[in-house]
T-cell receptor, first 116, second 111 residues
């Protein structure tokens, strides 16, 4: 039981390049989330998926897109990376039985992204 | 004003000391409250939920004061392994609910 896994662990991009961050969970959770963490800012929600087939914007969605591929997988795409997107990205999941925000969230190990 | 505010610290305490952190929140409609722990360069992990009546888990005690809109975390008999950043987390229901994180309070326990 791996919990929440993320790939890659580290990535360096040039401005304008695109990439997809992958996230998968094996806990049969309904809800999945993408956060970014910056010094002095705390974790901020980018997008979330309350259940398979649905996605919604969080606090800082601009410059990102997401896909809930199936119940296990939730990917985050940067279409044209900018230096302001340099951050640590965390994926999380929760059982979501009571709706978003009400269940314990389990986090993946994070992806450290640098955009030059 | 940030929605969830914490003293960033660091709090430097000797092993065996008792240390307390507070966190204030601005939205009176906040519904659920948690403390997460985050080790350096690692992911956040749930430490404990915070209930209205207060709750204890071993050396850790969490309290909620709705009237003053703050929650607290008390750590007794600090261990070196308690060194981490403690994140205060607040959720709201009835909206497109969001889990709002404070920026964290850093604790360093020393010999």
């Amino acid at each position: 039981n791996a919990g929440v896994t993320q790939t890659p662990k580290f990535q360096v991009l040039k401005t304008g390049q695109s990439m997809t961050l992958q996230c998968a969970q094996d806990m049969n959770h309904n809800s999945m989330y993408w956060y970014r963490q910056d010094p002095g800012m705390g974790l901020r929600l980018i997008y979330y998926s309350a259940s398979e087939g649905t996605t919604d914007k969080g606090e800082v969605p601009n410059g990102y897109n997401v896909s809930r591929l199936n119940k296990r997988e939730f990917s985050l795409r940067l279409e044209s990376a900018a230096p302001s997107q340099t951050s640590v990205y965390f994926c999380a999941s929760s059982l979501g039985a009571g709706g978003y925000g009400t269940d314990t969230q389990y986090f993946g190990p994070g992806t450290r992204l640098t955009v030059l | 004003r940030k929605e969830v505010e914490q003293d960033p610290g660091p709090f430097n305490v000797p092993e065996g000391a008792t240390v307390a952190f507070n966190c204030t929140y601005s939205n009176s409609a906040s519904q659920s409250f948690f403390w997460y722990r985050q080790d350096c360069r690692k992911e956040p992990k749930l430490l404990m939920s915070v209930y209205s009546s207060g709750n204890e888990d071993g050396r850790f005690t969490a309290q909620l004061n709705r009237a003053s809109q703050y929650i607290s975390l008390l750590i007794r008999d600090s261990k070196l392994s308690d060194s981490a950043t403690y994140l205060c987390v607040v959720t709201h229901t009835g909206t497109a609910s969001k889990l709002t994180f404070g920026t964290g309070t850093r604790l360093q326990v020393t010999l």
